[in-house]
């Protein structure tokens, strides 16, 4: 776009709801969030608004500011009846009642480009496709939406965050892993929100001390989508390290598939077999799937 007049930078401010910023390094560029963004016509909407001061760069925020406002083709949620406002109808009737577009609507608080927050949200759910494929988004990919930045996005993962760990509660409440039943009921509580829609495949190591209280979750490895490389030398060291009695292997299948290959059969010996030499005893080797009733236990197939 050819910027050679005032008209046309205003307009063209307001079309990407960009804002002129004055400091002591000269006029930069913030969008709706407040976040400083790069500005591809910078160079000629300074020279065409005479942007050099604070006060120039005031008023032409104020001006694209009422332009914004005015060309808006939605009611801004701070309008709607109070009982239909998303956080409002959270409070009276829960959580459980909200769509996710609204949930998001939420965590946005405000739009962008013509869009309320909750039309954000639903484009937003809409176009990566559920919960999953958020978690399994990166803060660039949803930065790649027009109209969320990178505070949205940041806190978009930090809540999906916040919901696995809570899926792990229970995990945290175990005092002691003294059969095959508890340690998986420790893994797949621990673990399955964590892993189930990773890309790639993750091998843990839950040490376990001479009561067979959980010391620590050590991760050993992570690979590729078919496959981690593992070295029981590493898993030997944080067993000596934490001073472990025993352990639980645990690692994830990207496919969702849970039967052990040969390669886990073989890499399950080989870590047996070092931990002997320093007394440690393999208690169990979980792997998880997509599901909390997805697992293959090798202690309760008898091959541990």
Same mark, same amino acid.
């Given at each position: 776009?050819?910027?050679?007049?005032?008209?046309?930078?205003?307009?063209?401010?307001?079309?990407?709801?960009?804002?002129?910023?004055?400091?002591?390094?000269?006029?930069? =560029?913030?969008?709706?969030?407040?976040?400083?963004?790069?500005?591809? &016509?910078?160079?000629?909407?300074? &020279?065409?608004?005479?942007?050099?001061?604070?006060?120039?760069?005031?008023?032409?925020?104020?001006?694209?500011?009422?332009?914004?406002?005015?060309?808006?083709?939605?009611?801004?949620?701070?309008?709607?009846?109070?009982?239909?406002?998303?956080?409002?109808?959270?409070?009276?009737?829960?959580?459980?009642?909200?769509?996710?577009?609204?949930?998001?609507?939420?965590?946005?608080?405000?739009?962008?480009?013509?869009?309320?927050?909750?039309?954000?949200?639903?484009?937003?759910?809409?176009? =990566?496709?559920?919960?999953? $494929?958020?978690?399994?988004?990166?803060?660039?990919?949803?930065?790649?939406?027009?109209?969320?930045?990178?505070?949205? @996005?940041?806190?978009?993962?930090?809540?999906?965050?916040?919901?696995?760990?809570?899926?792990?509660?229970?995990?945290?409440?175990?005092?002691?892993?003294?059969? @095959?039943?508890? @340690?998986?009921?420790?893994?797949?509580?621990?673990?399955?929100? $964590?892993?189930?829609?990773?890309?790639?495949?993750?091998?843990?190591?839950?040490?376990?001390?001479?009561?067979?209280?959980?010391?620590?979750?050590?991760?050993?490895?992570?690979?590729?989508?078919?496959?981690?490389?593992?070295?029981?030398?590493?898993?030997?060291?944080? @067993?000596?390290?934490?001073?472990?009695?025993?352990?639980?292997?645990?690692?994830?299948?990207?496919?969702?598939?849970?039967?052990?290959?040969?390669e886990d059969i073989d890499t399950t010996n080989r870590i047996t077999q070092a931990l002997k030499y320093v007394g440690v005893r393999v208690l169990d080797h979980i792997i998880v799937g997509r599901a909390r009733q997805d697992y293959f236990s090798f202690a309760r197939a008898g091959m541990v």
């Amino acid at each position: 776009m050819d910027i050679s007049k005032r008209e046309e930078a205003v307009a063209y401010l307001a079309q990407r709801a960009t804002y002129p910023m004055w400091s002591k390094m000269g006029t930069w =560029f913030r969008n709706p969030d407040g976040e400083r963004v790069e500005e591809p &016509q910078g160079m000629a909407i300074v &020279q065409a608004l005479d942007l050099v001061s604070s006060e120039a760069c005031n008023a032409v925020r104020k001006e694209v500011r009422l332009r914004v406002n005015a060309e808006r083709t939605y009611v801004s949620i701070k309008d709607w009846a109070i009982d239909e406002r998303p956080r409002e109808q959270l409070a009276k009737r829960g959580a459980d009642t909200m769509s996710n577009a609204r949930l998001l609507a939420i965590l946005f608080r405000t739009g962008s480009h013509g869009k309320s927050a909750e039309e954000l949200g639903r484009e937003v759910f809409n176009r =990566f496709g559920g919960w999953s $494929q958020l978690d399994q988004a990166s803060v660039e990919d949803l930065c790649d939406v027009r109209g969320i930045g990178l505070a949205k @996005a940041v806190e978009l993962k930090a809540a999906i965050e916040i919901g696995k760990r809570l899926q792990q509660g229970p995990a945290s409440t175990m005092k002691r892993v003294t059969s @095959a039943e508890d @340690a998986i009921d420790y893994v797949c509580d621990r673990f399955t929100p $964590q892993l189930r829609d990773a890309g790639k495949e993750f091998f843990y190591v839950v040490l376990l001390d001479i009561r067979n209280k959980v010391i620590k979750d050590a991760e050993i490895s992570r690979g590729s989508i078919s496959a981690s490389v593992v070295d029981p030398a590493d898993i030997v060291r944080e @067993a000596c390290i934490h001073h472990a009695s025993r352990v639980v292997l645990v690692h994830n299948h990207p496919s969702g598939e849970c039967d052990p290959s040969k390669e886990d059969i073989d890499t399950t010996n080989r870590i047996t077999q070092a931990l002997k030499y320093v007394g440690v005893r393999v208690l169990d080797h979980i792997i998880v799937g997509r599901a909390r009733q997805d697992y293959f236990s090798f202690a309760r197939a008898g091959m541990v």
